[in-house]
């Protein structure tokens, strides 16, 4: 047999993580490595939160599944928190992000066909956009890598220009249901849209009774410095989904929507086996506990500032290898000017330090929301001095 046991489908590098401390992760070998990828912007309180894991344990102890055919006294309560926190009226729970964009997808269509309007059914989406992995999620992104091998992809989606209000406008017909879009691209290259971009957006939505969909599960809970990133345009959606952060590491995700955008989403629209189980609702709680308050959201604000002014300073000192800075509160990339993969591997294999690659040759750093100083001080010694030994030659 030539297959591995684990379905190929990630390029998994040699570092073997086996436990976590804080803001850094242990390998099978034992070595050290600052963690500033945290699970790809999951890991929002580290890997060992005494709050959430205590939370998790005490659920585990008395209920950790039961179906959604019955009433759900933990879901209520953090569907409660969560519309108190948000624009929001109601909640869907899923175990991931591509749930919860599949649950906003299925969503903006219901809005239109529980009225009648059967022929609107189309998102218009944005270049470079990242949703998820499903084939309705891959078939609402333009990249054409993740569509070889899966075609043909689901119709109802239409690709504009990320930040080019005018070719979305354009791109509205009779089909159109709404807008799908990250307020800040992730996996595209940590790429801001500007605030006259997302207003347009909302505007464009309330003119033709569209909705606007929000994909904040990679930017949102606290990541930018606001509890979710729409709330620094100063702007209210239809629809958010979210993940990521939202579980601090447990599978959990959330579809959020107005009581008007959810009007099709009634009694055996939706569902799901696993989503709003009482021991995801518990780490729900917990990172909510933790977060959804003045103090922290402070205190990433500050870190990422502090991270930002740094990296900017930094870079200068290296044109050959970076061009910029750009994202918002500790959603941060450094456009490079190569495929940053092979600095990447050099960062973690040669200096113990974990970021991911992103679109548009962008060094990803998304750290746990709890980093301080010290950390900061240290993934800067460590990337100067990878900068310093690094050469664009070396393979991946």
């Known amino acids: 047999m030539s297959i591995s046991p684990l379905m190929p489908v990630y390029p998994r590098c040699g570092f073997r993580p086996v436990r976590g401390d804080h803001c850094h992760l242990i390998g ?7 963690d500033f ?38 879901g209520e309560h953090l569907a409660q928190r969560l519309v108190d926190l948000t624009f929001a009226d109601t909640v869907f729970f899923t175990n991931s992000g591509a749930e919860a964009v ?18 609107r059914f189309e998102l218009i989406t944005f270049n470079n956009a990242f949703h998820g992995r499903t084939i309705a999620t891959i078939s609402a992104s333009s990249q054409e ?67 606007l969909v929000l ?67 518990a780490a729900g709680e917990a990172v909510l506990d933790a977060v959804a308050n003045p103090a922290f959201l402070a205190h990433v604000t500050a870190m990422g500032e502090r991270l930002r002014s740094r990296l900017e300073q930094f870079i200068g000192n290296y044109p050959e290898l970076f061009e910029l800075v750009r ?17 990447v591997a050099h960062l973690r294999d040669n200096h113990q330090l974990l970021t991911v690659s992103a679109g548009d040759n962008t060094l990803r750093l998304v750290p746990p929301l709890v980093i301080d100083e010290s950390h900061i001080d240290e993934f800067m010694d460590k990337l100067s001095a990878a900068a310093a030994t690094f050469r664009v030659e070396e393979p991946a």
Request: glycine content about 14%; charged content about 20%.
């Open 28 to 34: 099978e070998d034992g070595r050290r490595y600052l």
């Open 37 to 74: 990828a945290a699970g790809i912007a999951v890991n929002i309180l580290g890997h060992s939160h005494p709050g959430l894991i205590g939370a998790i344990q005490r659920q585990a102890e008395t209920l950790m599944h039961v179906s959604n055919l019955y009433g759900s006294p933990q």
């Open 102 to 119: 599949e649950c906003a997808i299925k969503t903006a269509r219901a809005y239109h066909q529980h009225a009648g309007n059967t022929e």
């Open 145 to 211: 890598k993740m569509h070889k091998g899966f075609m043909p992809l689901l119709p109802g989606f239409k690709y504009a220009p990320f930040d080019d209000l005018e070719a979305a406008k354009a791109l509205i017909g009779p089909n159109t249901a709404g807008f799908l879009v990250e307020p800040v691209q992730g996996e595209g290259g940590i790429r801001p849209a500007s605030d006259a971009f997302m207003h347009g957006l909302r505007a464009l939505a309330d003119e033709h009774d569209l909705l």
């Open 215 to 281: 994909d904040e599960v990679q930017c949102g809970v606290c990541r930018t410095g606001t509890f979710y990133a729409y709330e620094q345009y100063g702007i209210v959606p239809d629809v958010v989904a979210t993940a990521k952060g939202i579980g601090g590491g447990f599978p959990l995700g959330a579809c959020l929507a107005t009581e008007k955008a959810a009007r099709g989403m009634i009694a055996g629209t939706h569902g799901s086996t696993y989503g709003g189980n009482p021991l995801a609702m």
């Open 327 to 343: 994202g918002r509160g500790l959603m941060l990339g450094v456009k490079m000017r190569s495929e940053p993969r092979p600095f």
